[in-house]
């Protein structure tokens, strides 16, 4: 926190069966006296994104919405524009899933003073918006494109087939049944809050103001803490696991599942590596956090920060919370005598492990010998890096799977 100029860290972890874990550290500002605890609310950043696509589910098992129905049926107040006299099909589906192919857009927000637009304003790019107007730039349908475009038409789209307000809706339909009583699609719900952390820029100054106000409500809007944020990984690992009241199973897998190869499930980023995890990620200016669930261990971690640029800080704990909660003990035991050989990332690029009897050694291109230790459960971990390898058997084949913070190289052995 010191190095990177973060102010405070707030994390939860929730497990089945478990009382919940809750932990605050730092301070409400830079530079401030008030300790921040686990009320403090944060902006939820993208993650906003992750529960409003529960809220959207919700929506579609009671009937309102179908995943799979033209955008058109639903929208009044704004229509996706035409280009050359072609007007593309969009369904919810692929605005969920960031597959409609919508304009790329990052909503940094309106700051302290500033006029903030209506969402269809955002939409039309009409001032006081300050981004350019939503259209298709790619054929929907056709790929993976991760952009706030898709949430803003969602969040129109929620409005106009209920006729009520994000937030009202958002409160009914997420927060309220699961007993999130500090978080709010609300951007006057921090006035209101008893304790808010102020939002950060790199260089640990504060923004002006506290924070910006998000018209862009469910890409990046709701105010939370950590605490909250996991009773949603829990619900939706119920949901897959057909104990939720609240969201059915087939919807919930679907949640889950990614849409198109190397892309997001339906408002969730899904990473298997042999050990699933699911969740979603969130950067604002001022604030980072992310919100993952390990079903095989019945295990949410949320964590928030009030620093824009704190993405060391937030890959820490990951790899942390991975360490501790990604696993069953049903991990092979490798010795080092299983993981010395060479091994073939991509072309041009092996990596080289060696045991002398005494020392676990990775060697990789151009750099020095890299020192490994072993740890208990048949993993390896680098000393000197938050790097950490796992040897498994795959289709009659030894694969190295090295994992560096949130990306996972995977290599094969030689002969």
């Known amino acids: 926190m010191r190095l990177y100029d973060v102010p405070a860290v707030s994390v939860a972890a929730r497990q089945d069966g478990v009382e919940p874990w809750a932990d605050a550290y730092g301070t409400t500002i830079s530079g401030g006296t008030e300790a921040v605890s ?3 609310i944060f902006q939820a950043c993208s993650i906003s994104k992750h529960v409003a696509a529960f809220g959207a589910l919700r929506l579609v098992d009671q009937g ?9 049926a639903y929208l009044t107040s704004w229509r996706l524009p035409e280009s050359g006299g072609w007007r593309p099909v969009v369904t919810v589906r692929q605005l969920l899933a960031h597959t409609a192919g919508l304009s790329y857009n990052w909503f940094r927000g309106f700051g302290h003073g500033e ?4 969402i ?4 039309r790019g009409q001032g006081p918006a300050t981004s350019p107007p939503v259209r298709a730039t790619m054929l929907p349908g056709s790929g993976f494109r991760y952009s706030g475009s898709h949430y803003a038409v969602l969040q129109q789209l929620m409005e106009d087939v ?6 009202e809706l958002m409160r009914s339909l997420v927060l309220e ?3 999130m009583a500090d978080s709010s699609y609300d951007q006057d719900f921090p006035h209101r809050h008893n304790q ?3 939002g950060h820029h790199l260089d640990g100054t504060p923004l002006r103001g506290g924070w910006r106000t998000q018209p862009e409500l469910a890409g990046a809007g709701l105010w939370t803490t950590p605490s909250d944020l996991t009773r949603v990984g829990v619900e939706i690992a119920h949901a897959v696991a057909s104990r939720s009241a609240l969201l059915s199973h087939g919807l919930a897998t679907e949640m889950i599942t990614p849409q198109v190869p190397g892309g997001h499930g339906l408002g969730t980023s899904v990473v298997d590596d042999g050990h699933l995890r699911f969740g979603h990620t969130g950067g604002n200016a001022g604030y980072g956090c992310w919100l993952f669930t390990w079903p095989a261990t019945d295990t949410t971690v949320a964590v928030m920060v009030n620093n824009e640029m704190a993405e060391e800080v937030l890959l820490a704990v990951l790899a942390a919370a991975e360490h501790h909660h990604g696993r069953t003990g049903s991990t092979p035991h490798r010795t080092p005598a299983d993981l ?3 091994y073939l990332a991509r072309d041009g690029y092996t990596v080289r492990i060696t045991n002398d009897g005494d020392n676990l050694t990775l060697h990789a291109p151009g750099q020095p010998p890299l020192g490994l230790r072993t740890l208990p459960d048949g993993r390896f971990r680098a000393i000197a890096l938050d790097c950490e390898l796992t040897v498994v058997a795959r289709d009659g084949e030894i694969v190295l799977r090295l994992r560096q913070q949130d990306m996972t190289l995977t290599a094969t052995r030689q002969p």
């Open 162 to 167: 209920t006729g009520s307000g994000f937030d």
């Open 38 to 40: 686990p009320s403090t």
């Open 115 to 118: 006029a903030v637009p209506t």
């Open 340 to 342: 010395t050989g060479t």
């Open 196 to 198: 808010v952390a102020r």
């Open 120 to 123: 269809t304003e955002v939409l």
């Open 177 to 179: 049944p699961l007993g």
């Open 64 to 72: 309102v919405l179908d995943l799979d129905e033209n955008i058109e």
